[in-house]
Each structure stands twice: as structure tokens, then as C-alpha cells.
């Protein structure tokens, strides 16, 4: 069964950092596609980030690319987000969601079946 667990979400100011984390168990991360969505109260999950852990390969969102880097750590089995500069309109729930198969194929919240609970990220000005 897979598990995944999201963890360094928080309040920080404008122009601040974070970085998220995505721990699996009972899964192993190698030859999957992973990625992490956000989403707020009424409105659609939508995609930030993707990594294909065999490659690796990497896709950014317009919003994310410049700001935030998303890597795996094989050792410890986790994904990261690592956040910079951050707006108010980075201010969301963040999911981590991963399935077998090439990021290329799977761009929308729709191709994971399997998700994390979520971590809140709230940016102020």
C-alpha cells in the first residue's frame, strides 16, 4: 500500500523560503513519475511541479520555473520542493501524488492515483 506523507509546509512572509517533503513507505519512488499539485477551497488541483525519478526528468509550471526546485533523495526515499521567493499567490494546500510510469505521459491530478494528505503553505505580505 502506498503512503506518502507531506511535511514542511508553515506561514512565512513575502520573498520568503520553504521546502517540502514527500516520504513514501511501502513504495519505493525508483521508476516513477511524482508530482506536486496545490490547491485552494473551491478552486481545481493543479500541477507545480513534476520529477520522473528515472532520468531524472523535471517539469515546471510558468509559475513555479525559476523559484522552485523539485529533486529525490533515493537514500531517503522522499521528494522535495524546495520553495524561493514566494508570493501570496503561492499560498495554498500542498499534495504530493506519484504513479508508475514516465512523467512525460501524466501532466494533470487526474493520471496519480495515489496522494498524500496534504501540507499547508501560507505566504503573507
Known amino acids: 500500500q502506498v503512503r506518502l506523507e507531506e511535511s514542511g509546509g508553515g506561514s512565512v512572509q513575502v520573498g520568503g523560503s520553504l521546502r517540502l517533503s514527500c516520504a513514501a513507505s511501502?513504495?519505493?519512488?525508483?521508476?516513477?513519475?511524482i508530482g506536486w499539485f496545490r490547491q485552494n477551497p473551491g478552486k481545481q488541483r493543479e500541477v507545480v511541479a513534476r520529477?520522473?525519478?528515472?532520468?531524472?526528468?523535471?517539469y515546471y509550471t510558468a509559475s513555479a520555473r525559476g523559484r522552485f526546485t523539485i529533486s529525490h533523495d533515493s537514500a531517503e526515499n522522499t521528494v522535495y520542493l524546495q520553495m524561493n521567493n514566494l508570493a501570496p499567490g503561492d499560498s495554498a494546500m500542498y499534495y504530493c501524488?506519484?504513479?508508475?510510469?514516465?512523467?512525460?505521459?501524466?501532466?494533470?491530478?487526474?493520471?496519480?492515483?495515489?496522494w498524500g494528505q496534504g501540507t499547508q503553505v501560507t505566504v503573507s505580505a
Open positions: 511501502g513504495y519505493s519512488f525508483s521508476g516513477t513519475c
Open positions: 501524488a506519484t504513479r508508475r510510469g514516465r512523467c512525460t505521459d501524466y501532466k494533470t491530478a487526474e493520471s496519480f492515483p495515489s
Open positions: 520529477i520522473g525519478t528515472d532520468g531524472p526528468s523535471k
